[in-house]
């Protein structure tokens, strides 16, 4: 069982860049996939990265590859997404989740998920 928090949304202009923060608890996390998913309004709820328990693997929706960035702190019990050259389209609320599973990266299935941050992007 984990508890996750998330923190670091905000506001942000076309074109700018904003770090995401996932605060976990739990005394396996570091045995543990961590992953981030974001939903809009009115729409589906879709995955936009995961990384293995290692932090060696992986994996992102084409959508952001090349923008976006999963790494974790297994120290701290923190996963980060960080976000570059931010469009209207990534406008969404930005869950963090975790896989029980140490090694679920391209067929990440969350077990937990955390209460979401916001992520609004300008023009």
């Known amino acids: 069982q984990v508890q996750l928090v998330e923190s ?3 506001l942000v202009q076309a074109g700018g860049s904003l770090r995401l923060s996932c605060a976990a608890s739990g005394r396996t996390f570091s045995g543990y996939g961590m992953g981030w998913f974001r939903q809009a309004p009115g729409k589906e709820r879709e995955f936009v990265a995961a990384v ?23 120290t701290k019990k923190t996963v980060y997404l960080q976000m570059i050259s931010l469009n ?12 029980r599973r140490p090694s679920a990266v391209a067929d990440f299935r969350p077990n937990w998920w955390g209460q979401g941050t916001q992520v609004t992007v300008s023009l």
């Open 8 to 10: 670091g949304g905000g």
């Open 52 to 74: 293995s328990s290692t932090g060696v693997t992986r994996y992102y929706a084409d959508s952001v590859k090349g923008r976006f960035n999963i790494s974790r702190d297994n």
């Open 88 to 99: 209207p389209e990534d406008t969404a609320v930005y869950y963090c989740a975790a896989d």
